[in-house]
């Protein structure tokens, strides 16, 4: 049973920083893409940040363009753990954060529809 855990969320103010992480199992966490997508209410889930291990020291990282800049993903293959920093934090970026899971077959990191796992959610909030 593939689980997708992620923890960190909370209340900041415009400016700051969090650093949200997402614990997997049930999957061989170093062949899948894990990406965050967020999700502000009445909005649609939209694509945050992407990132693919190649083998070695090579990870290949994607981002929205609303992001670029200030969030950093990465992952800790033998923790079976993705992160996501988020710095200069603005209050648009307030949503629920969705870890994700899927397979490398394709290039679609930033559509929803090609990711086969999803965890519950932690609630990010940004004050102004």
């Known amino acids: 049973q593939v689980q997708l855990v992620e923890s960190g969320g909370g209340l900041v103010q415009a400016g700051g920083s969090l650093r949200l992480s997402c614990q997997a199992s049930?999957?061989?966490?170093?062949?899948?893409?894990m990406g965050w997508f967020h999700q502000a209410p009445g909005k649609e889930r939209e694509f945050v940040a992407a990132?693919?291990?190649?083998?070695?020291?090579?990870?290949?990282?994607y981002y929205a363009d609303s992001v670029k800049g200030r969030f950093t993903i990465s992952r800790h293959n033998a923790k079976n753990t993705v992160y996501l920093q988020m710095n200069s934090l603005k209050p648009e970026d307030t949503a629920v954060y969705y870890c994700?899971?899927?397979?490398?077959?394709?290039?679609?990191?930033?559509?929803?529809?090609?990711?086969?796992?999803w965890g519950q959610g932690t609630q990010v909030t940004v004050s102004s």
């Open positions: 994700a899971a899927k397979s490398m077959g394709s290039d679609n990191y930033s559509y929803t529809g090609a990711y086969r796992y």
């Open positions: 049930g999957l061989p966490f170093s062949n899948y893409v």
């Open positions: 990132i693919r291990w190649s083998g070695g020291n090579t990870y290949y990282t």
